[in-house]
């Protein structure tokens, strides 16, 4: 487990925008409660809690990954409009004490779905 630092910074904050997931025309999620999660000089990332997902529309897949900041990553795929998305959101459902805050939040892949923020 490695902490963020000057080397390796990361922050969470709270979005102010509301932000839509949309795949094939399909709203995956909907919400005014995104973190918008920043690391190191990586495009920023927003993590949308679970509670404001169509979770009926993922399925788990056996994917899985570790950062040595933020621990585990387990993988959707999406289901909608006729196709499925492998592996487009991921998730840290456990994950290092740094970033509690992501806990119960997923993070989609912006090449495979359509993320927007409205003011």
């Not at 000057?6 to 932000?19: E, G, L, S, Y």
């Not at 509670?51 to 993988?75: I, Q």
């Not at 090449?111 to 409205?118: L, M, N, P, S, Y």
């Amino acid at each position: 487990m490695k902490l963020p630092g000057p080397d390796h910074p990361i922050t969470i904050a709270a979005n102010p925008k509301r932000v839509r997931v949309s795949a094939g025309g399909v709203v995956i999620a909907d919400t005014t409660q995104a973190l918008t999660l920043k690391e190191a000089s990586y495009p920023a990332v927003q993590y949308v809690p679970r509670s404001d997902v169509s979770m009926a529309l993922l399925a788990r897949t056996e994917r899985t990954t570790h950062c040595p900041y933020k621990g585990d990553a387990n993988y959707f795929s999406i289901n909608a409009d006729g196709k499925t998305l492998e592996n487009s959101i991921w998730t840290y459902e456990t994950p290092f004490p740094a970033m509690a805050e992501i806990a119960g939040h997923l993070a989609f892949y912006p090449d495979k779905v359509k993320i927007e923020e409205v003011a």
